[in-house]
């Protein structure tokens, strides 16, 4: 639901909103990509791009339930090239914020060509994805319409490189690396910071 203020107020502000069974309504903000620059402030989700991201991700929010969750941000850190097609995937984390305090954190992969997101990796009491954990790798498992398996990894707008290691490992400089490997393959995905450090995938 969107909800409007009066322009006595503010105007033309609207307010993008759900229901999880809680004592107030959930606000459900979205932040673009930043090219180059820190994840920017969350700003509401009325436009196109960010409605059409909720719709495919909303489907998440249901583990949120009675939760005492206040409000669910989506940040768009990456955009990734599907091997074999023309298609390409949003890498999405989706940060809700208790009133308690302690933050949770959802990363989606969520291919242009479906109607929902893949939920890869589920972190709890947590600050990643906010103004005070602005750097996010992950990876999953995908396959080529010819059949051929791929471990898919992203980075947020500071990493450097991106290495894939376990059953195969191969270092990428860039934030979306495609690494070639058997279905069953068991890796891990670990990216350097181009101000130093590390950052192991959100698990």
């Known amino acids: 639901m969107q909800l409007r203020s009066?322009?006595?107020i503010v105007e033309k502000h609207a307010l993008p909103v759900t229901d999880l069974d809680d004592?107030?309504?959930?606000?459900?903000?979205h932040t673009r990509p930043g090219a180059g620059a820190p994840a920017r402030q969350p700003r509401e989700a009325t436009g196109a791009?960010?409605?059409a991201g909720w719709a495919r991700t909303a489907c998440s929010l249901r583990d949120l339930r009675d939760s005492g969750v206040r409000a669910v941000n989506n940040?768009?850190?990456a955009q990734q090239r599907l091997p074999g097609t023309p298609s390409t995937a949003d890498w999405v984390c989706t940060r809700a914020d208790t009133r308690r305090g302690p933050g949770r954190v959802l990363v989606q992969f969520t291919p242009s060509a479906s109607a929902r997101a893949e939920v890869v990796s589920d972190?709890?009491?947590t600050a990643l994805?906010?103004?005070?954990?602005?750097h996010v790798v992950a990876g999953t498992h995908g396959r080529s319409p010819a059949g051929a398996r791929y471990v898919l990894a992203?980075?947020?707008h500071a990493v450097e490189r991106i290495e894939v290691a376990g059953s195969v490992r191969e270092g990428s400089d860039g934030l979306t690396p495609t690494v070639r490997a058997p279905q069953s393959t068991q890796s891990r995905v670990e990216a350097e910071l181009r101000a130093g450090g590390t950052v192991s995938s959100v698990r």
């Open 123 to 125: 972190h709890r009491n």
């Open 129 to 134: 994805c906010s103004r005070f954990g602005r």
């Open 75 to 77: 940040w768009e850190f």
């Open 154 to 156: 992203a980075g947020s």
């Open 6 to 8: 009066s322009e006595k």
């Open 49 to 51: 791009e960010a409605l």
């Open 23 to 29: 004592l107030a309504p959930l606000h459900l903000p």
